[in-house]
C-alpha cells in the first residue's frame, strides 16, 4: 500500500508564501535554495510539505511512497491513468514521476532504489 509522504505547493513569490503558510497555519519554512523549501510541522505530527517555483505542475499535488514506480505507472495505465512526463531521479538513491489518475487528477509517487 502507497503511503503519502508530502505535498507540493507551486508559487509565484517563495517569501510571500512562506509567510502566508508560517502565519495561517503555523508551518515552520526550511529554505533549499531560493527556488524550493520544506513547510514543516512544528511538532512533527502530520504530513510536511514543499513550496517551490510554479513549474509544469501548476497545482499543489499529494505525494505517495510506493514500492516500485514502474508497477504504479503500469497499473495508473490499466485503470485509466497514465504517466506525465518521465521517472526522473533525484540524487542517486530515490525517483519520483507524476501520474494522471482515471478522473485527470495529477498525483506525484516517490520510490527508494538500492544503491549499485
Known amino acids: 500500500m502507497a503511503k503519502m509522504e508530502h505535498f507540493?505547493?507551486?508559487v509565484d513569490d517563495i517569501?510571500?508564501?512562506q509567510?502566508?503558510?508560517s502565519t495561517v497555519l503555523g508551518y515552520a519554512y526550511?529554505?533549499?535554495g531560493d527556488e524550493m523549501g520544506m513547510l514543516k510541522q512544528p511538532d512533527d505530527e502530520g504530513v510536511n510539505g514543499d513550496l517551490h517555483i510554479r513549474g509544469p505542475v501548476p497545482h499543489p499535488t499529494v505525494v505517495f511512497t510506493v514500492e516500485r514506480?514502474?508497477?504504479v505507472v503500469a497499473l495508473a495505465q490499466?485503470?485509466?491513468g497514465g504517466l506525465i512526463g518521465q521517472i526522473e531521479?533525484?540524487?542517486e538513491t530515490a525517483?519520483?514521476?507524476y501520474i494522471k489518475d482515471s478522473e485527470g487528477n495529477i498525483i506525484g509517487v516517490y520510490d527508494e532504489i538500492a544503491a549499485a
Do not use: C, K, S, T
Open 15 to 17: 517569501a510571500r508564501a
Open 8 to 10: 507540493e505547493i507551486p
Open 78 to 80: 490499466a485503470n485509466g
Open 19 to 21: 509567510a502566508f503558510y
Open 30 to 32: 526550511e529554505p533549499w
Open 69 to 71: 514506480i514502474e508497477d
Open 89 to 91: 531521479p533525484m540524487g
Open 95 to 97: 525517483r519520483y514521476a
